[in-house]
């Protein structure tokens, strides 16, 4: 069974990659905002704009959801894997 603290760097190391990712997300999404709204929201609708929406502000709402929980339960103290592997 690995070490607690080998457990707590794996932990740190993927709440530093979601952060990295989200900033990605959100960077990408503001460069590209003055081109998706000049060709997408100004389009009319269709079935592949609805999937395009779905697609670009769906993973975007989850990484930003994602992120706030991790940040919210790293807020309190320990992550909940680590609690959970306190308690075995």
């Known amino acids: 069974m690995a070490s607690l603290e080998s457990i707590r760097s794996q932990t740190i190391a993927s709440h530093q990659y979601l ?3 989200t900033t990605i997300l ?8 003055p081109s ?10 269709t079935p592949l704009k609805i999937v395009f929406l779905l ?3 769906g993973v975007l709402i989850g990484q930003i959801l994602s992120t ?3 940040l919210a339960t790293v807020s309190k103290g320990e992550s909940s894997l680590l609690h959970f ?3 075995s």
């Open 19 to 21: 952060i990295a990712w």
């Open 26 to 33: 959100a960077w990408d999404w503001l460069a590209l905002l």
């Open 36 to 45: 998706e709204y000049r060709h997408i929201w100004k389009a009319r609708w």
């Open 55 to 57: 697609n670009r502000y």
């Open 68 to 70: 706030a929980m991790i």
């Open 85 to 87: 592997y306190k308690r």
